[in-house]
């Protein structure tokens, strides 16, 4: 197709100048790089079976009688055309596998996109078959693992956020606290009120590890009755959020950020909460039985009612916390840090137990940052 040009009238001393009218065709540079390898292949195979058997030929065997060098240079022609074959097998199977690449990439960003839609559909059902179809393309895709994570978390989030803390029940003694235990969770598990939330939590629990850190974004969430045994959960940000009656027996939750989440009534026997930020948090009448708390931030938290029985507290801070109450036959707790406003279990030795009073030049209580402050 001829270009569409317009002939300007030329200025004095100037010459004619041609211009592409808007919109017009440019030249089609595809079709003159095309030709190009076209051209050069042309030249190649020339070069190949006129110019270098001869030349081979020469270079390599020059006293070659007269009689076979015809037969000669017809052998070296086969064997570099064979070459050339090959070659020529070798790149058309990588623009093959490049090609199948590009397919595969564009069929996962289809699936992608129909399950992020999925996930706004009005059907449970709908909405539990795009969690299970993100997880599939998470395993199929290794680079979108991130962004699918980044995508359930705020599906979570958004569909069940938690309670202001101001709109939490506040326990006055430890018989109100146990009758908050059973009243404030739901009376049914997460799966049966919200399979579908349920589910994109057992997904992220169940993750497999993305090519860059990550962590899971779940703060001020409301994941009551949640159940989530053996999750893996590390350096989640659970921030204020509400896991009362949770069972996370044996769940990963190290290092995580657990800033004044409930946790009540919550099972995470023998959960490893190493360096875990329990700062404030409520632990009433929980079941942290063989519990790792290792070097655990607990000062301030409630763990009224709590069976600590054979957790290990050792370097944990506590101070600050509520142990009323609490079970903690056969707990490890070398070299905790208390103070005077730590409460105890009555009878308590706590000369006994290893436990370490905070002295008066011992580093104070971490403050809450801004971004974990209550709203």
């Given at each position: 197709m001829a270009r569409s040009t317009r002939v300007q009238r030329a200025l004095p001393g100037h010459p004619v100048r041609e211009e592409i009218r808007p919109g017009a065709r440019r030249p089609d540079r595809t079709r003159a790089a095309g030709l190009a390898v076209a051209c050069g292949s042309v030249v190649l195979v020339t070069l190949v079976v006129v110019v270098a058997p001869r030349y081979l030929l020469s270079w390599d065997a020059p006293s070659t009688p007269t009689a076979d060098r015809a037969k000669a240079i017809n052998d070296i022609r086969t064997t570099l055309l064979q070459g050339l074959a090959g070659i020529a097998l070798l790149v058309g199977a990588f623009f093959t596998w490049r090609q199948l690449q590009v397919s595969s990439q564009g069929q996962i960003t289809q699936r992608f996109t129909a399950a992020v839609e999925q996930l706004g559909s009005p059907s449970p059902e709908v909405r539990l078959g795009a969690v299970f179809a993100l997880e599939r393309i998470a395993n199929d895709s290794p680079n979108d693992r991130v962004t699918i994570t980044e995508v359930l978390c705020a599906f979570v989030k958004r569909s069940g956020p938690a309670d202001p803390l101001s709109a939490r029940p506040v326990g006055r003694d430890p018989s109100h606290k146990q009758e908050l235990v059973r009243t404030h969770g739901e009376a049914q598990p997460m799966s049966a009120r919200s399979a579908d939330r349920q589910a994109a939590m057992t997904v992220l629990g169940r993750r497999a590890r993305a090519a860059i850190y990550h962590?899971?974004?779940?703060?001020?969430?409301?994941?009551?009755?949640?159940?989530?045994?053996?999750a893996n959960l590390v350096d989640a940000d659970l921030h204020y959020s509400d896991l009362s009656d949770a069972?996370?027996?044996?769940?990963?939750?190290?290092?995580?950020?657990?800033?004044?989440?409930?946790?009540?009534?919550?099972?995470?026997?023998?959960?490893?909460?190493?360096?875990?930020?329990?700062?404030?948090?409520?632990?009433?009448?929980?079941?942290?039985?063989?519990?790792?708390?290792?070097?655990?931030?607990?000062?301030?938290?409630?763990?009224?009612?709590?069976v600590l029985s054979g957790a290990r507290l050792q370097l944990a801070d506590l101070r600050g916390a509520d142990l009323t109450g609490t079970n903690l036959v056969a707990a490890t707790l070398t070299d905790a840090v208390a103070d005077s406003a730590t409460v105890w279990p009555d009878g308590f030795d706590v000369a006994a137990s290893g436990v370490v009073m905070a002295r008066d030049d011992a580093p104070p209580i971490r403050p809450q940052s801004s971004h974990d402050l209550p709203r």
């Open positions: 962590e899971l974004s779940l703060d001020r969430t409301d994941l009551r009755g949640l159940r989530l045994p053996f069972a996370l027996k044996r769940a990963d939750l190290r290092r995580a950020d657990l800033t004044g989440t409930w946790l009540a009534g919550a099972v995470l026997i023998e959960a490893d909460l190493h360096q875990t930020d329990l700062r404030t948090t409520v632990l009433w009448h929980a079941r942290l039985e063989g519990a790792d708390l290792t070097a655990a931030d607990l000062s301030g938290a409630n763990l009224t009612g709590a």
